[in-house]
């Protein structure tokens, strides 16, 4: 029996990217654990249209964040990273993401996504910008975008949150194997030792 992998995180969080483009698809070969994504905003005050990352930093310590973060992830073999000049607000990809749940395509939505921004610049706010990821996978874009604002799938991303909230996430990203909880873009051993703790059976080679 599977042991469950819930994994908050958002398609904007560098540190989210870098996990996921790294340690998380080892874990899921390795160990037998079925992945329960949830949407978690890493900057919920950002405004509609998104704000510049001067906002967060200052424009002078901008270059020095950058570099940090190609270092970053570098360590965990993911290069190639185009670090966005500007954050959007990311409600309406939460929301997309929720109807991308429903589909049977949330896996290929959230991959298609944070590879679209982190590699490809795309806002992940706009209406063009989201049809492209929503095409991407196979969805309907113009269902995808009704999604986006749906009150239905907003009050989803809400219900998520407060999920979160309960289980005392503050920051992404936040990964809950069996019970234990463990922050931020870890080593893979660390994920590796809390799957065993968890029970997980290792996968045959």
Known sequence: MSIPL???SDFVCPFCFVAE???VPRLLTEFDLEID???FPLHPRTPKGGMPLSALFGEARIPAVKEHMRKFAERFGVTG???PERLPNTRRVLAMAEYARGEGKL???RKAGMEAHWRGGNF???DDDLRAVAESVGL???AALAAADSPRFQAEVDRKLAEAAQDGVTGIPTFFIGDEAVVGCQPYEVLAAAA???GAKARAR
């Open 6 to 8: 819930r994994l908050y």
């Open 21 to 23: 483009q790294s340690t």
């Open 37 to 39: 994504w949830r949407g």
């Open 81 to 83: 990273i185009v670090h």
């Open 107 to 109: 896996e290929a939505f």
């Open 124 to 126: 992940l706010e706009t």
């Open 140 to 142: 309907d874009a113009e």
């Open 196 to 198: 065993v703790r968890a």
